[in-house]
């Protein structure tokens, strides 16, 4: 089982091309609906009473919301829009809503699993949560503005952990490295043994051990909204290595097959929206696609 706390939000998300307001959103609901594919997932999290019963049911299908508080108030809400080449994006809006006053509790029969995953939270938030928890892995990740805004906290809650993910540019941030291959190890030593940086449309690194491994992300025609997309990576990359139920070099360039797999399919929608109607079937196809493409005999 995979535990993971993290933001369920309500989107407004705006590109060139259209607009889609208050969709369901956030790290925790991405992450956990990626890794229901493949392990159980259950979430650790709060929304506020605006928040839509559909969307609740939504999640319940996919994964455990025993931890997740509902309380008076207003849900998390993030409003932002893209460039044309849907790469930069800028935020519009924040409003934390309940988060603040969230407890955080984790359920007694939740706190002892395989991973646990503290998705793009604030240090105070992931240690309020580990501590409660029992779990034989930690992974964590984070968002730009918290690596800048509060990067000695997170150099030191990396020495907590086993795996971090990140995109280029907060590994760059967290590091002090502009060269990534330098980033990425300078990170692992700070305490993960398993980095993972993410590049969007460029693929990524995984550091496991003194190896680095580069992997290829999938071309794509259709590409609506990247929102989300790291998260699902995280919980392909993740739900594989649960189902493995073991760690090795070879799990971890699979798992970084099925979270590339996993992204591909979020970005080709607003939100969730692909996601929610996906199939092991469509995972399967695209992943043997993906293995024809990035791989040749020499």
Same mark, same amino acid.
């Given at each position: 089982?995979?535990?993971?706390?993290?933001?369920?939000?309500?989107?407004?998300?705006?590109?060139?091309?259209?607009?889609?307001?208050?969709?369901?959103?956030?790290?925790?609901?991405?992450?956990?609906?990626?890794?229901?594919?493949?392990?159980?997932?259950?979430?650790?999290?709060?929304?506020?009473?605006?928040?839509?019963?559909?969307?609740?049911?939504?999640?319940?299908?996919?994964?455990?919301?025993?931890?997740?508080?509902?309380?008076?108030?207003?849900?998390?809400?993030?409003?932002?829009?893209?460039?044309?080449?849907?790469?930069?994006?800028?935020?519009?809006?924040?409003?934390?809503?309940?988060?603040?006053?969230?407890?955080?509790?984790?359920?007694?029969?939740?706190?002892?699993?395989?991973?646990?995953?503290?998705?793009?939270?604030?240090?105070?938030?992931?240690?309020?949560?580990?501590?409660?928890?029992?779990?034989?892995?930690?992974?964590?990740?984070?968002?730009?503005?918290?690596?800048?805004?509060?990067?000695?906290? =997170? *150099?030191?809650?990396?020495? !907590?952990?086993?795996?971090?993910? @990140? /995109? $280029?540019?907060?590994?760059?941030?967290?590091?002090?490295?502009?060269?990534?291959?330098?980033?990425?190890?300078?990170?692992?030593?700070?305490?993960?043994?398993?980095?993972?940086?993410?590049?969007?449309?460029?693929?990524?690194?995984?550091?496991?051990?003194?190896?680095?491994?580069?992997?290829?992300?999938?071309?794509?025609?259709?590409?609506?909204?990247?929102?989300?997309?790291?998260?699902?990576?995280?919980?392909?990359?993740?739900?594989?290595?649960?189902?493995?139920?073991?760690?090795?070099?070879?799990?971890?360039?699979?798992?970084?097959?099925?979270?590339?797999?996993?992204?591909?399919?979020?970005?080709?929608?607003?939100?969730?929206?692909? =996601? *929610?109607?996906?199939?092991? !079937?469509?995972?399967?196809?695209? @992943? /043997? $696609?993906?293995?024809?493409?990035?791989?040749?005999?020499?």
């Amino acid at each position: 089982m995979i535990v993971c706390a993290g933001s369920i939000a309500l989107d407004t998300t705006h590109t060139p091309f259209k607009s889609a307001k208050r969709i369901l959103g956030g790290s925790a609901s991405y992450f956990g609906i990626a890794s229901s594919f493949f392990t159980k997932t259950a979430l650790v999290s709060a929304v506020g009473s605006d928040f839509p019963e559909d969307y609740w049911r939504a999640l319940e299908k996919h994964c455990d919301l025993a931890g997740v508080e509902r309380a008076e108030g207003k849900t998390f809400f993030f409003e932002s829009k893209f460039d044309f080449d849907l790469h930069n994006r800028t935020a519009l809006g924040l409003e934390e809503g309940v988060f603040p006053s969230a407890k955080w509790s984790v359920p007694e029969y939740l706190q002892n699993p395989e991973i646990l995953f503290l998705n793009s939270h604030h240090p105070a938030v992931d240690a309020k949560v580990l501590k409660q928890m029992r779990p034989r892995l930690v992974f964590g990740d984070t968002i730009e503005y918290l690596t800048r805004q509060q990067k000695p906290l =997170l *150099l030191e809650f990396l020495k !907590k952990t086993d795996g971090y993910v @990140l /995109n $280029e540019t907060e590994a760059r941030i967290l590091s002090g490295e502009s060269n990534l291959v330098k980033a990425g190890k300078k990170i692992q030593a700070q305490g993960p043994e398993i980095v993972v940086v993410k590049k969007g449309e460029h693929g990524g690194l995984l550091f496991y051990g003194s190896e680095v491994f580069p992997f290829p992300a999938l071309p794509l025609e259709n590409i609506v909204d990247p929102t989300g997309a790291g998260d699902c990576f995280a919980g392909g990359f993740l739900g594989w290595i649960d189902e493995q139920n073991k760690v090795s070099e070879t799990v971890l360039r699979q798992a970084c097959y099925y979270g590339t797999v996993m992204a591909s399919f979020c970005v080709e929608a607003f939100g969730l929206n692909n =996601l *929610l109607v996906l199939e092991e !079937k469509d995972i399967h196809k695209r @992943l /043997n $696609e993906y293995h024809r493409i990035a791989f040749c005999e020499v």
